[in-house]
């Protein structure tokens, strides 16, 4: 059998591995890439090859040697530059190019929304070097945030509640940075109601939106996220308006995850990930068609029918405490069983071959079918909470 495309995954996480799922079940053939062998991704691929997304050689000859229909990013450190000349030779790069590019950088995108889309941003500046970074702070004013421009899941990026901060938050943002540019971004700090992601399709017959998600976070990383989050209907309009804005200028088709935030009705453009988005994972129970399904469909030109939700959901991550490479996942089973009645309870294991502080690892999903999104908030939580990982 032939396949209906074959697809060059760079990077192989857990978003990766649900990515891999839902392509394959569509009939595609998918070689999974990443920096270590036995990613999640690999596992359950068709392929797989071992190197460094920044090894702009080894990028090249993994395109050369499989030819494949798509070439699609899953993580923000990759030689763009060189997606960009197989883009010119002919390739299909997932956006494209061009949306990699933009997206891999926040200074880069930032300019997109703010400077030439006009849309709603805090207040920003950046920086190259502590000294820089010390005047951006006095300038953007207290508090603000600091994330380095190339990172992900929030690595790196710590709010500066004081002069005296000022240093261990440099240090902080350099040991969270992705690639090799060092460079900060401050922002001004907004005190938001909350925060959402709007996931984005755009697809050959125009862009489509799932039901806002809410999320939280701990060390600039998402902890639980829920679907739907309570918005005004303004606030929604008008979180469509500048999404579909920013992705259109983009360009290409697949899923977008676009973060904003939200303060009354007013609503503030924050980041954007041209690929599926951790907060995203809640619509492994959510919705009729994942974030997953919803970007092999889009990639692959094929249709997307109504995009239903199931129910009030939530997503509850399970991390590790420290660094092993032997070790094993408990209480699944407890986890499966719901503590409240009329919740439905999953949860994926990513199969990591290795733990480290804060390290996601897992996550349980809760879905209240005719419940109220705490319901499935606090559903998801107990049973996150009932997983374990054991170390020998």
Known sequence: MTAIAKILLLGSGELGREFVISAKRLGAHVVACDSYEGAPAMQVADEAEVFSMLDGAALGAAIDKHKPDFIVPEVEAIRTEVLKEYEDRGQNVVPSARAT???????????VAASELGLKTSTYLYAESLEEMRDAVAKVGLPCVVKPVMSSSGKGQSTVKSAGDVDAAWDYAVAGMRGDRKRVIIEAFIAFDYEITLLTIRTRQGVVFCEPIGHRQERGDYQESWQPTPMSSGAVAEAKRMAEAVVNDL?????????FFVKGDEVIFSELSPRPHDTGMVTLISQNLTEFDLHARAILGLPIPSITLQGASASAVVLADRESSDFAVEGIAEALVPETAGIDIDVRIFNKPTTRPYRRMGVALALARNGTVDEARAAARAAAAKIKLTYR
Request: aromatic share 10%; glycine share 20%; charged share 30%.
């Open 101 to 111: 590019i933009m997206t891999m950088n926040r200074d880069r995108i930032r300019e």
């Open 251 to 259: 360009g290409g088709y697949g899923l977008f995850g676009v973060e």
